[in-house]
């Protein structure tokens, strides 16, 4: 019987299905399908399937966290702006107890003082800000990393 392919979950939240036309200065002019290839590409190079999901609905987030408890081995979040707002995001990925790497296109470091501010950060083994869409290609490689530890 053959084995299923791991899966990671990748989230990206509100407003990213506008990229490439969205601020282009600070998010750059990869659209969203540009870092779902890059996502596709990078796990399946390292054995790993990746869901990807994308909503501007903090319940929709949390319901797809939540149902990865049980179908996937970690996830990728760009939370968007629920980095700054979401208690019950970040809550929901410490209840399913899986390996997070959380990822932002820009360096949220040196923009406006609440972009500082994460309630995510804290429930995530990794956090990769300011690399671009090649964010995301650094979180799934470490995610595969962590998981080959284990």
């Known amino acids: 019987m053959p084995t299923e392919t791991p899966r990671l979950l990748i989230i990206n939240g509100p ?44 319940g929709v987030i949390i319901d797809a966290i939540q149902a990865a408890r049980n179908n996937a081995v970690g996830i990728v979040i760009n939370p968007a702006a629920y980095t700054h707002t979401s208690v019950a995001i970040a809550d929901a990925l410490r209840a399913v107890e899986l390996p997070v790497v959380e990822v932002h296109l820009s360096n949220v470091h040196s923009r406006e003082e609440f972009r500082r501010h994460s309630y995510v950060s804290p429930a995530a083994v990794a956090v990769i800000a300011g690399a671009g869409i090649n964010g995301y290609r650094y979180a799934v490689d470490h995610l595969a990393s962590l998981l080959r530890e284990d």
Request: include cysteine; glycine fraction near 10%; charge should be negative.
């Open 15 to 58: 407003n990213l299905n506008l990229l490439g036309t969205r601020e282009p200065g600070i998010y750059g002019a990869s659209t969203l399908a540009d870092v779902e290839q890059l996502c596709r590409e990078s796990a399946s190079a390292l054995g790993f399937e990746a869901e990807l999901l994308q909503s501007n609905h903090e």
